[in-house]
Every structure is written in structure tokens, then in C-alpha cells.
């Protein structure tokens, strides 16, 4: 099993555009995909406004190929999202 947590930094004046999108349609598109096991969003605190996460589990590094392409270590924004990305980062784990 491998955790992937996806960060990313937003645009803080495209916000109302974005959660609405970052609930359903980032959402959706980790869970539905062969191979998640589980997906969970990571919501903004005073510490760090403009940040969100994405925790996901996989079920091996085939399916997260399979999702993101052949370098799955590499952060991975799909083409109509990246106008909100200031930064972004990822981060896997896996289990024992």
C-alpha cells in the first residue's frame, strides 16, 4: 500500500473558484480511479491559508502509473487546474 498526500498552494483571489472544484472534481477523479483504495481532502488553517491536500491510498505503484504517468513522484496537475496552482508538492509513503 502506498500513501500519496498531494499539497497544493493556491491562489488566494481564485478560491471561491476553486473549492467548489477541488471538493467534486479532484475528489472524483482520485477515488474513481483503479487501484484507490481511499481519498481524503485536507482543508486550509490560519497557519496556511492558500494550502489544501489530497491523502489517497494505492494499492501498489502500477495504479499510480496508471493515474498519473510513469514519474507517479512527481506532483501531477491536471491541464484545467493549473491556473489556481501557485505551488504544489507530493509526498508517498509506504506501508510496512
Same mark, same amino acid.
Given at each position: 500500500?502506498?500513501? @500519496? ?9 481564485? @478560491? ?6 477541488? @471538493? &467534486? /472534481? ?28 489530497? &491523502? ?11 493515474? /498519473?504517468?510513469?514519474?507517479? &513522484? ?8 493549473? @491556473?489556481? /496552482?501557485?505551488?504544489?508538492? /507530493? ?6
Amino acid at each position: 500500500m502506498i500513501t @500519496r498526500i498531494y499539497r497544493v498552494q493556491i491562489k488566494p483571489e481564485l @478560491r471561491a473558484e476553486f473549492e467548489p472544484l477541488f @471538493r &467534486t /472534481v479532484a475528489l472524483a477523479s482520485v477515488k474513481n480511479a483503479p487501484g484507490c483504495k481511499d481519498a481524503q481532502l485536507g482543508w486550509p488553517v490560519a497557519a496556511s491559508p492558500d494550502e489544501y491536500a489530497v &491523502t489517497s491510498q494505492w494499492d501498489k505503484e502500477e495504479s499510480l502509473i496508471a493515474f /498519473v504517468g510513469e514519474d507517479w &513522484t512527481r506532483p501531477h496537475i491536471p491541464d484545467d487546474m493549473e @491556473r489556481f /496552482v501557485e505551488k504544489c508538492w /507530493v509526498h508517498h509513503f509506504s506501508s510496512l
